[in-house]
């Protein structure tokens, strides 16, 4: 399956940005979606992700309350709506698809496919 990310951009602190990301090629619904950030010189980090069937969604602790992961089956595409951004929040967001086991969905090695990533930044 390949993905496609966009939607990242600029915006001030305490703003909103909407994330999606277009899959194609392949049986999106079969797999485990999630979003990963990787900031400047730091590595790339799990942010959250939603499960096969969308009954199940987890988060980063520090994301938690502001993001929020969603995904259209019968669109093959999925989002991350960010609230309340933060200057920390600013980071390459990346989509990714895979088919990890539940201890490992944080794991980034977890994940097969990945989209290109997409630009955050959130000015203080």
């Known amino acids: 399956v390949q993905l496609q990310a966009s939607g990242g951009g600029l915006v001030q602190a305490g703003g909103s940005l909407r994330l999606s990301c277009a899959a194609s090629?392949?049986?999106?619904?079969?797999?485990?979606v999630a979003w990963f950030r990787q900031a400047p010189g730091k590595e790339r980090e799990f942010v959250a992700t939603?499960?096969?069937?969308?009954?199940?969604?987890y988060y980063t602790d520090s994301v938690k309350g502001r993001f929020t992961i969603s995904r259209d089956i019968r669109e093959s595409t999925m989002h991350l709506q960010m609230n309340s951004l933060k200057p920390e929040d600013t980071a390459v967001y990346y989509c990714?698809?895979?088919?990890?086991?539940?201890?490992?969905?944080?794991?980034?090695?977890?994940?097969?496919?990945w989209g290109q990533g997409t630009l955050v930044t959130v000015s203080s």
């Open positions: 990714a698809a895979g088919r990890p086991i539940l201890s490992s969905l944080a794991n980034v090695n977890a994940y097969s496919h």
């Open positions: 939603i499960s096969r069937n969308n009954n199940n969604a």
């Open positions: 090629g392949g049986t999106f619904r079969s797999y485990t």
